[in-house]
T-cell receptor, first 111, second 114 residues
Framework: TQLLEQSPQFLSIQEGENLTVYCNSS?????LQWYRQEPGEGPVLLVT?????EVKKLKRLTFQFGDARKDSSLHITAAQPGDTGLYLC???????????FGTGTRLKVLA | NAGVTQTPKFQVLKTGQSMTLQCAQD?????MSWYRQDPGMGLRLIHY???????DQGEVPNGYNVSRSTTEDFPLRLLSAAPSQTSVYFC?????????????FGPGTRLTVL
């Protein structure tokens, strides 16, 4: 069974601080996606990383895929209250066509 | 485009009742899937489909059936509801099933089984 573990589970920080969320697995994925979910809504895709070692930036968010394609990280610089939400990573395996979601990181940014 | 639509938004069932959660997409996407999300947790894959007439099981398929007779629709059937099936159910679609395919999610159905 493929598992994706995220850490930390909860994070409460002050506006302007930096943070990193980790997504780890013992399995290799064809690609890895990061989503953000607001209360009462479905997840919305932030980014997809496909190549081992790949780094993508989305404004203040930096996403990295591990060299072995087993792990990923999300770094937020100068967090803002609008970054508050549930962050989910999801690994995709081409052979099985399945997306496996991580356990989630609930972020709260205080003004 | 309406994107991915789900009905109903809320549902309360008694143990043993059956029902169908509806999911439709108007983007001509090949890949569709159903997830459940329990409080404070990520999403777990129930069933998925890579095209009309093709379905397969995900991580937690027991107690659920699906069919895919058209590209647009992917209903999820609860055969005999149990309190353990109380959850929020999300349907998603993707234009393909290769690495990097973007999933579009519906707004969810909140189901309570008494």
């Amino acid at each position: 069974t493929q598992l994706l573990e995220q850490s930390p589970q909860f994070l409460s920080i002050q506006e302007g601080e930096n943070l990193t969320v980790y997504c780890n697995s013992s399995s290799v994925f064809s690609s890895l996606q990061w989503y953000r979910q607001e209360p009462g809504e479905g997840p919305v895709l932030l980014v997809t990383v496909v190549t081992g070692g790949e780094v993508k930036k989305l404004k203040r968010l930096t996403f990295q895929f591990g060299d072995a394609r087993k792990d990923s990280s999300l770094h937020i610089t100068a967090a803002q209250p609008g970054d508050t939400g549930l962050y989910l990573c999801a690994g995709f395996t081409s052979g099985t066509y399945k997306y496996i979601f991580g356990t989630g990181t609930r972020l709260k940014v205080l003004a | 485009n309406a994107g991915v639509t789900q009905t109903p938004k809320f549902q309360v069932l008694k143990t043993g009742q059956s029902m169908t959660l509806q999911c439709a997409q108007d983007m001509n996407h090949e890949y569709m899937s159903w997830y459940r999300q329990d409080p404070g947790m990520g999403l777990r894959l129930i069933h998925y489909s890579v095209g009309a007439g093709i379905t397969d099981q995900g991580e937690v398929p027991n107690g659920y059936n699906v069919s895919r007779s058209t590209t647009e629709d992917f209903p999820l059937r609860l055969l005999s509801a149990a309190p353990s099936q109380t959850s929020v159910y999300f349907c998603a679609s993707s234009p393909g099933f290769t690495a990097g395919g973007k999933q579009f999610f519906g707004p969810g159905t909140r189901l309570t089984v008494l």
